[in-house]
């Protein structure tokens, strides 16, 4: 059972760009990762846009190291979403995947993410129409959550999105209201998975080998998608599958140096001084929870006022924990 176990990394907008795929890449362990939403509003997004977001595109939708990268897309207007994904498509993408979870008031406010829950019709309007606007080789998948204010749509919603055409569903086991809390519920997720007949991928609170196995147990899938988890530990997919084979878990604090430098590298090439700052300090901020050495400096970190005094205190930091 656990060799048939496949991984994501989920799309997590404003943090999971492909400078943190590269670097999460590099560590490795994943299957495959899905891109930050691409948001479709009034006009189909061009190709050349999907580029420059998904930069992957231009190498066969995978990564320097050979992860691929599923193309997502938010929208509420099918005709628009359908062409979008032939534009991504175009540009080189080799599977589309469609948010309709997502929980962000300014994204549900203009129609899009975990809003359209509370139409079946509209989920099944803009899969079927994306279906038929892509070749048939092509792989189409949707994410979910339970619902947007409650679970009382859960399989009309699943069953909509299953009769387009849809191979793949990822479902995030809590509805829109719950936002982050309470626990996963991912008992509802084996219900879908019982009924339906696509490959479903559970999401929600997986951040180790034990909750893992706890979701598998509760949900019979043997496919997941880490979120979170990964931001607090970037080797996860590592230790999953090095514990899956009977080995212990390693302790990471002394790669930490290693591969937040690697980070600040690969950020300096797309990013300002003042982004890759930014996003240094916010990734921090998970990796406490992971790391105690970043916990006990975590001030210190983000009171760096640049790149250069940020590497200064990590390696400081470093010679602490040798």
């Known amino acids: 059972m656990h060799q048939n176990i496949k991984i994501a990394v989920a799309p997590m907008e404003g943090i999971m760009d492909h400078t943190l795929r590269q670097l999460l890449s590099e560590v490795g362990g994943?299957?495959?990762?899905?891109?930050?939403?691409v948001r479709v509003t009034q006009y189909p997004i061009p190709s050349h846009t999907f580029h420059r977001l998904i930069p992957e595109n231009t190498q066969g939708a995978t990564t320097k190291h050979k992860h691929p990268v599923h193309t997502q897309l938010l929208g509420s207007v099918p005709d628009l979403m359908a062409l979008s994904a032939a534009n991504a498509i175009e540009s080189g993408s080799t599977h589309?995947?469609?948010n309709f979870g997502c929980p962000a008031k300014r994204v549900n406010g203009h129609g899009g993410g975990s809003v359209l829950l509370q139409s079946p019709n509209t989920l099944y309007?803009?899969?079927?129409?994306?279906?038929?606007?892509i070749p048939s080789h092509i792989p189409l998948s949707a994410k979910i959550r339970l619902g947007y204010e409650d679970e009382s749509r859960l399989f009309e919603n699943v069953s909509a999105i299953e009769l387009a055409g849809t191979q793949s569903l990822t479902i995030h086991g809590r509805t829109k209201k719950d936002g982050y809390r309470p626990p996963a519920r991912?008992?509802?997720?084996?219900?879908?998975?019982?009924?339906?007949k696509m490959k479903i991928i559970?999401?929600?609170?997986?951040?180790?080998?034990?909750?893992?196995?706890?979701?598998?147990?509760?949900?019979?899938c043997s496919h997941f998608m880490i979120g979170r988890g990964v931001l607090i530990n970037p080797f996860i997919f590592q230790d999953i599958k090095?514990?899956?084979?009977?080995?212990?878990?390693?302790d990471h604090s002394k790669e930490l140096e290693a591969l937040l430098t690697r980070y600040i590298h690969i950020l300096q090439q797309h990013y300002d001084e003042v982004a890759?700052?930014?996003?240094?300090?916010?990734?921090?901020g998970n990796l406490r929870h992971q790391f105690i050495v970043i916990e006990e400096n975590l001030t210190s970190l983000r009171q760096s006022?640049?790149?250069?005094?940020?590497i200064n205190k990590l390696a400081s930091m470093s010679n602490a924990i040798k």
Request: aromatic residues 8%.
């Open 96 to 98: 589309i995947d469609v």
């Open 305 to 310: 006022q640049s790149v250069d005094e940020f």
């Open 186 to 196: 991912w008992e509802k997720i084996g219900k879908v998975k019982e009924h339906s």
């Open 202 to 220: 559970a999401n929600g609170d997986i951040t180790s080998t034990k909750s893992l196995l706890s979701c598998l147990n509760e949900t019979k």
């Open 125 to 133: 309007d803009i899969m079927s129409t994306i279906k038929k606007a």
């Open 242 to 250: 090095s514990e899956l084979s009977g080995h212990k878990p390693l």
């Open 30 to 37: 994943m299957d495959y990762f899905v891109s930050e939403f």
């Open 276 to 284: 890759t700052l930014g996003r240094l300090k916010q990734w921090c």
